[in-house]
C-alpha cells in the first residue's frame, strides 16, 4: 500500500501536524480475497439449476403422469427463469381443465396469451421435450429445482434480516425484539412453501354457489348434490352427496386391465393398450369417440393366460383376473326357477313379509322370513330373493356350488 507521509515545519516525530494521503482506489488485497471466499459477495448468481427446469417442464409436455408428480412439488415461483414459470403456469392450466398439456397444445395457449414469443416461440418447447432423458424422472428433477428455490429463498431471508439490523443500528427505532421476530418470520417464510398468497374476494366465491342452487330450483330439484362433471353419472347419482363413498367399478370380464399389446380402436385408426395415455381419444361401445380420464400404472411380473372362449374370442388375463362361472347343475336350477309360476297369491305373501321385514334391525332375519313364505319346495334352492321396484322378484344370489367366482388361475389349474 503506498501512501505519502508530511510533516510540517518544526515537528519532531511525535505524531503532532502529520498528515497521511491514502488514494481512494486502493483497497486492502488478502481482505477483498477473504469476502470473495466466505460468500460475502453480492455480485454472485443466485442459486438455480436451468437444466433441471428444463428437464422438468420437457417430462410434464410427455406425461400427464409426471404433471401429477410435479405439482406435489414446485409451484410457479420455484423456477428462477422467468419463461419457465409461464411454461408450467400454462401446463398447470390445461391440466386443471382436463386437457392434454403436450407441446402443441401448450404452444396454442401461449399464442392466445400472447406468450408465445416471449418464451422463444414453439422451437423452445420442442427443444424442452428433446432435452429430458425420461419423463419417469420428473420428480427428481423437480426435487432439484425445489431445493435451489429454497436456497434463494434463503438468500433473501438473509439479505431481509441483514437490512433489519443495520436498519435499528441508524435509529429507527424501532423494538428489537420486534426485529427478532422479524427475523424468524423471515426464516420460517423458507420453508413454507405450501403457503398460497393469493386472495380471493368473498362475492367471487358465493356467487357460483347462488348460481348452482338457483339451477337446482330451476330444473325442479333434480340435482341436489354436487355435480361431477360427468352428465350420465349425475343423473344416477343426482350429484355427491355429503357421506357418501361412491366408487366406480365394473364387474370381471369388462376389460378394465388389458395386456400392453391389446388393440384398441381409435378415431384415426388402432393404437395399443401400453401407448394409451389420459386425453387420448378411443372409441367406445357406442361407436362414439371419448377421451380416456385415468389409466393406472403398467403392471409388470404379473403372470398372465391366454382365455380362448366357445365363440372363438381370445383374450389375455391375468392370474387374479375373476371369473363369474356357471355349472351344469346351476344351468338346470336356473330353470326351474323360471319355470316357477308366480301367483297373485304367493306375491301378496312375499310383499307383505318383505315390508314387515325391512323395518327390522337384523337384515338376514328379514332375507329369512321372506324366504320362508316361498315354500319349503324352493326353500333349499332359492338363495336371496328380493323385491325390486315391488313388482318383479330377482335373484340376487345363488349358492356357491351352483355360481361362483374362479380366478383365472383356478380355472386353469382344472384343465392341466
Request: glycine share 10%; net charge negative.
Amino acid at each position: 500500500m503506498a501512501c505519502e507521509q508530511r510533516r510540517s515545519p518544526g515537528s519532531q516525530g511525535d505524531g503532532q501536524g502529520e498528515h497521511v494521503a491514502i488514494p481512494d482506489n486502493v483497497r486492502p488485497v488478502e481482505a477483498s480475497r477473504a469476502s470473495n471466499n466466505d460468500g460475502g459477495g453480492y455480485d454472485r448468481t443466485p442459486p438455480q439449476d436451468v437444466a433441471a427446469e428444463q428437464c422438468v417442464l420437457g417430462g410434464m409436455l410427455l406425461s400427464k403422469d409426471a404433471i401429477a408428480d410435479v405439482v406435489e412439488i414446485l409451484r410457479v415461483n420455484d423456477f428462477y427463469k422467468p419463461v419457465h414459470a409461464t411454461i408450467f403456469d400454462t401446463v398447470l392450466d390445461l391440466y386443471g381443465r382436463g386437457e392434454p398439456a403436450d407441446p402443441i397444445t401448450v404452444a396454442a395457449a401461449l399464442t392466445d396469451s400472447g406468450d408465445i414469443g416471449r418464451i422463444g416461440g414453439v422451437p423452445y418447447l420442442h427443444t424442452l421435450v428433446n432435452t429430458v432423458p425420461t419423463a419417469a424422472n420428473a420428480s427428481y428433477y423437480a426435487r432439484i429445482v425445489g431445493e435451489r428455490a429454497i436456497l434463494r429463498r434463503l438468500v433473501e431471508a438473509g439479505t431481509r434480516i441483514v437490512q433489519l439490523g443495520y436498519g435499528s443500528g441508524a435509529g429507527t427505532g424501532r423494538d428489537v425484539d420486534d426485529l427478532v421476530d422479524l427475523a424468524q418470520q423471515a426464516v420460517y417464510d423458507v420453508t413454507e412453501k405450501r403457503v398460497s398468497e393469493d386472495y380471493a374476494v368473498l362475492n367471487d366465491l358465493l356467487q357460483p354457489t347462488l348460481d348452482e342452487i338457483e339451477a337446482i330450483g330451476a330444473n325442479g330439484g333434480a340435482m341436489t348434490g354436487v355435480p361431477t362433471g360427468f352428465s350420465d353419472l349425475d343423473r344416477l347419482l343426482g350429484g355427491l352427496h355429503p357421506g357418501q363413498l361412491v366408487i366406480v367399478a365394473g364387474r370381471p370380464g369388462l376389460g378394465k386391465a388389458l395386456a400392453l399389446d391389446t388393440p384398441l380402436p381409435t378415431p384415426d385408426g388402432w393404437t395399443t393398450m401400453g401407448e394409451v395415455q389420459v386425453g387420448a381419444q378411443l372409441i367406445g361401445d357406442d361407436g362414439l369417440p371419448t377421451t380416456v380420464v385415468a389409466a393406472t400404472e403398467v403392471m409388470e411380473g404379473r403372470p398372465c393366460y391366454e382365455v380362448e372362449f366357445s365363440d372363438g374370442t381370445v383374450i389375455v388375463a391375468d392370474a387374479e383376473h375373476e371369473w363369474r362361472t356357471t355349472t351344469r347343475a346351476g344351468r338346470r336350477w336356473q330353470g326351474a326357477s323360471r319355470a316357477f309360476c308366480w301367483n297373485e297369491r304367493l306375491l301378496t305373501r312375499v310383499r307383505a313379509a318383505s315390508s314387515a321385514a325391512a323395518s327390522q334391525s337384523d337384515r338376514l332375519i328379514a332375507l329369512k322370513e321372506v324366504l320362508t313364505e316361498v315354500g319349503d319346495e324352493f326353500e333349499d334352492n332359492l338363495y336371496a330373493a328380493l323385491l325390486e321396484r315391488g313388482e318383479r322378484l330377482t335373484v340376487a344370489d345363488a349358492p356357491a356350488e351352483r355360481f361362483g367366482v374362479f380366478t383365472t388361475e383356478q380355472i386353469a389349474a382344472t384343465l392341466r
